[in-house]
Protein backbone atom coordinates (compact mmCIF):
# COMPACT_ATOMS: atom_id res chain seq x y z
CA UNK A 1 0.00 0.00 0.00
CA UNK A 2 0.95 3.16 -0.35
CA UNK A 3 2.78 4.90 2.76
CA UNK A 4 0.53 8.34 2.36
CA UNK A 5 -2.67 6.28 2.33
CA UNK A 6 -1.65 3.83 4.89
CA UNK A 7 -0.99 7.19 7.25
CA UNK A 8 -4.06 8.59 6.33
CA UNK A 9 -5.94 5.12 7.46
CA UNK A 10 -3.79 5.55 10.92
CA UNK A 11 -4.44 8.75 11.70
CA UNK A 12 -8.27 8.12 10.94
CA UNK A 13 -7.38 5.08 13.50
CA UNK A 14 -6.28 7.77 15.79
CA UNK A 15 -9.35 10.11 15.84
CA UNK A 16 -11.22 6.81 16.62
CA UNK A 17 -9.47 6.19 19.83
CA UNK A 18 -10.78 10.14 20.68
CA UNK A 19 -6.55 11.34 20.94
CA UNK A 20 -6.34 15.13 20.92
CA UNK A 21 -6.13 16.67 17.99
CA UNK A 22 -2.85 18.08 19.21
CA UNK A 23 -1.54 14.90 19.19
CA UNK A 24 -2.90 13.71 15.74
CA UNK A 25 -1.04 16.70 13.99
CA UNK A 26 2.14 15.70 16.02
CA UNK A 27 1.65 12.07 14.91
CA UNK A 28 1.17 13.58 11.01
CA UNK A 29 4.18 15.99 11.03
CA UNK A 30 6.24 13.22 12.19
CA UNK A 31 5.00 10.33 9.72
CA UNK A 32 4.58 12.90 7.06
CA UNK A 33 8.38 14.22 7.24
CA UNK A 34 9.20 10.46 7.13
CA UNK A 35 7.36 10.31 4.01
CA UNK A 36 8.79 12.77 2.44
CA UNK A 37 12.57 12.19 3.46
CA UNK A 38 12.37 8.23 2.44
CA UNK A 39 11.15 9.50 -1.04
CA UNK A 40 9.27 6.48 -1.52
CA UNK A 41 5.79 5.47 -2.06
CA UNK A 42 5.29 1.86 -1.32
CA UNK A 43 4.83 0.73 2.31
CA UNK A 44 6.88 -2.76 0.66
CA UNK A 45 9.86 -0.83 -0.37
CA UNK A 46 11.06 0.28 3.04
CA UNK A 47 13.92 -1.67 4.71
CA UNK A 48 16.04 -1.60 7.29
CA UNK A 49 18.30 0.92 6.01
CA UNK A 50 15.81 3.76 5.20
CA UNK A 51 14.87 3.47 9.00
CA UNK A 52 18.31 3.45 10.08
CA UNK A 53 19.60 6.46 7.63
CA UNK A 54 16.36 8.46 8.72
CA UNK A 55 17.71 8.21 12.49
CA UNK A 56 20.43 9.42 11.54
CA UNK A 57 19.94 12.53 9.57
CA UNK A 58 17.80 13.75 12.86
CA UNK A 59 20.17 12.71 15.44
CA UNK A 60 21.20 16.49 15.55
CA UNK A 61 17.64 17.27 17.22
CA UNK A 62 16.79 17.15 20.72
CA UNK A 63 16.11 13.53 22.66
CA UNK A 64 13.32 14.00 23.34
CA UNK A 65 12.09 14.56 19.97
CA UNK A 66 14.43 11.43 18.61
CA UNK A 67 12.08 9.51 20.87
CA UNK A 68 9.19 10.48 20.04
CA UNK A 69 9.95 10.26 16.29
CA UNK A 70 10.68 6.69 16.82
CA UNK A 71 7.86 5.57 19.03
CA UNK A 72 5.55 7.57 16.21
CA UNK A 73 7.04 5.72 13.42
CA UNK A 74 7.07 1.91 15.68
CA UNK A 75 3.53 2.41 16.43
CA UNK A 76 2.76 3.51 13.07
CA UNK A 77 4.67 0.52 11.26
CA UNK A 78 3.24 -1.97 13.90
CA UNK A 79 -0.27 -0.74 12.67
CA UNK A 80 0.09 -1.74 9.26
CA UNK A 81 1.30 -4.97 9.50
CA UNK A 82 -1.35 -5.47 11.55
CA UNK A 83 -3.86 -4.45 9.11
CA UNK A 84 -2.07 -6.13 6.71
CA UNK A 85 -0.99 -3.08 4.19
CA UNK A 86 1.94 -3.96 3.97
CA UNK A 87 3.81 -7.41 4.45
CA UNK A 88 7.14 -7.40 6.93
CA UNK A 89 7.36 -6.54 10.01
CA UNK A 90 8.91 -3.16 9.49
CA UNK A 91 8.27 -2.28 12.80
CA UNK A 92 10.80 -4.28 14.06
CA UNK A 93 13.58 -2.13 12.36
CA UNK A 94 12.98 0.60 15.05
CA UNK A 95 14.62 -0.32 18.33
CA UNK A 96 13.01 2.58 20.97
CA UNK A 97 15.86 4.49 23.42
CA UNK A 98 15.89 3.04 26.47
CA UNK A 99 17.98 5.26 29.01
CA UNK A 100 17.83 6.00 33.08
CA UNK A 101 15.28 7.35 34.21
CA UNK A 102 16.47 9.74 36.90
CA UNK A 103 13.82 11.39 39.57
CA UNK A 104 14.57 14.86 39.07
CA UNK A 105 12.30 18.07 41.15
CA UNK A 106 10.27 19.80 38.31
CA UNK A 107 10.98 23.16 38.05
CA UNK A 108 8.20 25.90 40.17
CA UNK A 109 7.28 29.46 40.39
CA UNK A 110 8.66 30.87 44.11
CA UNK A 111 5.66 33.13 45.72
CA UNK A 112 8.21 36.51 45.30
CA UNK A 113 8.51 35.33 41.20
CA UNK A 114 4.58 34.80 41.15
CA UNK A 115 3.89 38.36 42.63
CA UNK A 116 6.67 39.68 40.32
CA UNK A 117 4.87 38.59 37.42
CA UNK A 118 1.32 39.76 38.51
CA UNK A 119 2.97 43.13 39.02
CA UNK A 120 4.53 43.10 35.63
CA UNK A 121 0.99 42.26 33.67
CA UNK A 122 -0.47 44.59 36.01
CA UNK A 123 1.82 47.21 35.03
CA UNK A 124 1.07 46.57 31.52
CA UNK A 125 -2.28 46.91 31.88
CA UNK A 126 -1.90 50.02 33.56
CA UNK A 127 0.02 51.63 31.01
CA UNK A 128 -1.38 50.36 28.46
CA UNK A 129 -4.95 51.95 29.39
CA UNK A 130 -3.37 55.33 29.77
CA UNK A 131 -2.96 55.39 25.39
CA UNK A 132 -5.97 53.11 24.76
CA UNK A 133 -7.90 56.13 23.07
CA UNK A 134 -5.67 55.50 20.39
CA UNK A 135 -6.99 52.11 17.75
CA UNK A 136 -3.44 50.94 17.93
CA UNK A 137 -3.14 50.52 21.76
CA UNK A 138 -6.85 50.21 22.33
CA UNK A 139 -6.31 46.55 21.03
CA UNK A 140 -3.05 46.01 22.89
CA UNK A 141 -4.76 47.37 26.38
CA UNK A 142 -7.31 43.95 25.62
CA UNK A 143 -4.16 41.88 25.11
CA UNK A 144 -2.98 42.92 28.31
CA UNK A 145 -5.91 42.55 30.03
CA UNK A 146 -6.28 38.71 28.49
CA UNK A 147 -2.75 37.97 28.97
CA UNK A 148 -3.45 38.65 32.94
CA UNK A 149 -6.52 36.82 32.56
CA UNK A 150 -4.98 33.28 31.15
CA UNK A 151 -2.08 33.39 33.23
CA UNK A 152 -4.33 33.07 36.29
CA UNK A 153 -6.37 30.61 34.57
CA UNK A 154 -2.93 28.73 34.02
CA UNK A 155 -1.75 29.41 37.21
CA UNK A 156 -5.27 28.16 39.40
CA UNK A 157 -6.41 25.35 37.33
CA UNK A 158 -3.12 23.58 36.30
CA UNK A 159 -4.43 23.08 33.47
CA UNK A 160 -2.71 22.54 30.00
CA UNK A 161 -1.69 25.22 27.39
CA UNK A 162 -4.44 23.88 24.87
CA UNK A 163 -7.01 23.74 27.20
CA UNK A 164 -6.46 27.23 28.89
CA UNK A 165 -6.63 28.76 25.28
CA UNK A 166 -9.67 26.69 23.49
CA UNK A 167 -11.90 27.41 26.68
CA UNK A 168 -15.38 28.13 25.59
CA UNK A 169 -17.38 30.41 27.17
CA UNK A 170 -20.31 28.16 28.52
CA UNK A 171 -17.80 26.34 29.95
CA UNK A 172 -17.41 29.27 32.71
CA UNK A 173 -19.75 29.39 35.81
CA UNK A 174 -19.37 32.21 37.34
CA UNK A 175 -22.23 31.64 40.13
CA UNK A 176 -21.39 28.06 40.07
CA UNK A 177 -17.82 28.72 40.42
CA UNK A 178 -16.95 25.93 38.01
CA UNK A 179 -14.58 25.09 34.91
CA UNK A 180 -15.04 22.81 32.37
CA UNK A 181 -12.15 21.95 30.81
CA UNK A 182 -12.02 19.81 27.51
CA UNK A 183 -8.81 17.64 28.38
CA UNK A 184 -6.19 15.29 26.74
CA UNK A 185 -8.04 12.31 25.68
CA UNK A 186 -11.14 13.91 24.64
CA UNK A 187 -12.80 14.13 28.36
CA UNK A 188 -14.28 16.54 30.39
CA UNK A 189 -13.09 17.74 33.82
CA UNK A 190 -15.33 20.03 36.02
CA UNK A 191 -12.99 21.78 38.73
CA UNK A 192 -13.77 24.84 41.71
CA UNK A 193 -12.51 28.27 40.41
CA UNK A 194 -10.32 29.57 43.43
CA UNK A 195 -11.14 32.91 44.78
CA UNK A 196 -8.23 34.69 43.71
CA UNK A 197 -9.12 33.48 40.31
CA UNK A 198 -12.91 34.96 40.82
CA UNK A 199 -11.11 38.31 41.16
CA UNK A 200 -8.93 37.80 37.93
CA UNK A 201 -12.15 36.93 36.03
CA UNK A 202 -14.65 39.74 37.23
CA UNK A 203 -11.55 42.30 36.92
CA UNK A 204 -11.55 40.92 33.52
CA UNK A 205 -15.17 41.45 32.89
CA UNK A 206 -15.06 45.16 33.94
CA UNK A 207 -11.87 45.84 31.90
CA UNK A 208 -13.76 44.72 28.86
CA UNK A 209 -16.40 47.15 29.77
CA UNK A 210 -14.26 50.18 29.34
CA UNK A 211 -13.58 48.60 25.43
CA UNK A 212 -15.20 50.29 22.50
CA UNK A 213 -18.46 49.08 21.68
CA UNK A 214 -17.52 47.68 18.25
CA UNK A 215 -14.57 45.76 19.68
CA UNK A 216 -16.42 44.81 22.40
CA UNK A 217 -19.23 43.16 20.58
CA UNK A 218 -17.00 41.49 17.89
CA UNK A 219 -15.60 39.76 21.47
CA UNK A 220 -18.71 38.97 23.17
CA UNK A 221 -19.86 37.42 19.68
CA UNK A 222 -17.45 34.62 19.97
CA UNK A 223 -18.26 31.38 21.55
CA UNK A 224 -14.42 31.16 22.95
CA UNK A 225 -13.40 33.11 25.86
CA UNK A 226 -9.80 33.95 24.21
CA UNK A 227 -11.45 34.76 20.52
CA UNK A 228 -8.41 34.85 17.60
CA UNK A 229 -7.40 38.25 16.35
CA UNK A 230 -8.40 37.56 12.98
CA UNK A 231 -11.29 35.00 13.63
CA UNK A 232 -13.61 35.42 16.58
CA UNK A 233 -14.72 32.10 15.47
CA UNK A 234 -11.51 30.47 16.69
CA UNK A 235 -9.50 30.70 19.42
CA UNK A 236 -6.53 32.04 20.35
CA UNK A 237 -3.46 29.72 19.11
CA UNK A 238 -1.33 28.64 21.17
CA UNK A 239 1.67 30.22 19.33
CA UNK A 240 0.04 33.69 21.03
CA UNK A 241 0.65 32.24 24.22
CA UNK A 242 4.17 30.77 23.18
CA UNK A 243 4.97 34.49 22.48
CA UNK A 244 3.44 35.80 25.62
CA UNK A 245 5.70 33.43 27.28
CA UNK A 246 8.78 34.57 25.67
CA UNK A 247 8.21 37.86 27.22
CA UNK A 248 7.58 36.60 30.55
CA UNK A 249 10.86 35.01 30.33
CA UNK A 250 12.48 38.09 29.35
CA UNK A 251 10.68 40.14 32.42
CA UNK A 252 11.65 37.42 34.43
CA UNK A 253 14.83 36.75 33.57
CA UNK A 254 14.29 33.14 33.80
CA UNK A 255 12.89 30.12 31.20
CA UNK A 256 8.74 30.45 31.27
CA UNK A 257 6.76 28.14 29.67
CA UNK A 258 2.97 27.55 29.91
CA UNK A 259 4.03 24.32 31.63
CA UNK A 260 5.54 25.34 33.90
CA UNK A 261 2.38 26.95 35.62
CA UNK A 262 1.10 23.42 35.95
CA UNK A 263 3.68 22.46 37.42
CA UNK A 264 3.63 24.96 39.74
CA UNK A 265 0.24 24.51 40.43
CA UNK A 266 0.69 20.57 41.19
CA UNK A 267 3.38 21.37 43.27
CA UNK A 268 1.64 24.11 45.48
CA UNK A 269 -1.18 21.43 46.10
CA UNK A 270 1.63 19.19 47.59
CA UNK A 271 2.88 21.55 49.89
CA UNK A 272 -0.42 22.56 50.77
CA UNK A 273 -0.95 18.10 51.55
CA UNK A 274 -3.75 17.54 48.96
CA UNK A 275 -4.30 13.52 48.78
CA UNK A 276 -2.95 12.68 45.70
CA UNK A 277 -6.23 11.45 44.28
CA UNK A 278 -7.84 15.01 44.72
CA UNK A 279 -4.41 16.58 42.77
CA UNK A 280 -5.18 13.78 40.18
CA UNK A 281 -8.76 14.68 39.35
CA UNK A 282 -7.88 18.54 39.29
CA UNK A 283 -4.64 18.40 36.89
CA UNK A 284 -7.11 15.81 34.64
CA UNK A 285 -4.90 12.82 35.01
CA UNK A 286 -6.49 9.49 34.06
CA UNK A 287 -5.06 8.02 37.16
CA UNK A 288 -3.49 9.23 40.33
CA UNK A 289 -0.19 6.59 39.30
CA UNK A 290 0.40 8.86 37.05
CA UNK A 291 0.68 11.81 39.32
CA UNK A 292 2.87 9.87 41.73
CA UNK A 293 5.23 9.24 39.05
CA UNK A 294 5.69 12.98 37.69
CA UNK A 295 5.73 14.25 40.90
CA UNK A 296 7.67 11.74 43.33
CA UNK A 297 10.74 13.53 44.30
CA UNK A 298 8.03 16.44 44.99
CA UNK A 299 5.56 14.30 46.86
CA UNK A 300 9.17 12.55 48.97
CA UNK A 301 10.47 15.90 49.89
CA UNK A 302 7.41 16.80 51.36
CA UNK A 303 6.69 14.09 53.02
CA UNK A 304 10.18 14.25 54.75
CA UNK A 305 9.46 17.69 55.57
CA UNK A 306 6.81 16.42 57.22
CA UNK A 307 8.01 13.35 58.97
CA UNK A 308 11.20 14.92 60.32
CA UNK A 309 9.14 17.82 62.69
CA UNK A 310 8.03 14.42 64.65
CA UNK A 311 11.67 14.35 65.63
CA UNK A 312 12.82 14.57 68.82
CA UNK A 313 16.18 13.81 71.32
CA UNK A 314 14.22 14.84 74.97
Excluded at 49 to 65: H, R, V
Excluded at 124 to 144: G, M, N, T
Excluded at 205 to 213: C, G, P, W
Amino acid sequence: MQIEKAIFYFLESLESEQLSNHSIRAYSQDLNQFMKWTNKEELDMLGFEDFQDYFISIKGLKLTSIKRKRVVLHRFMKYCYRKQLCLEKLYEYIDPIKNKKTVVPKEVLTKEEIVKLFNYLNSEIARLALKKEQSYYHYLYYCAIRNRLLVSILLYTGCRAHEAVALKKQDINLIGQTILLFTKGGKYNQIPIHEDLMAAFEEYEQALETLEKDFYKQLDESIYLFPSKNNNAAYLSTRTLHDLMNKLSEVMGRHIHAHLFRHTFASYCIAANMDISTISSLISHSNPSITLSIYTHEIDAHNKQEQIKKLSFQ
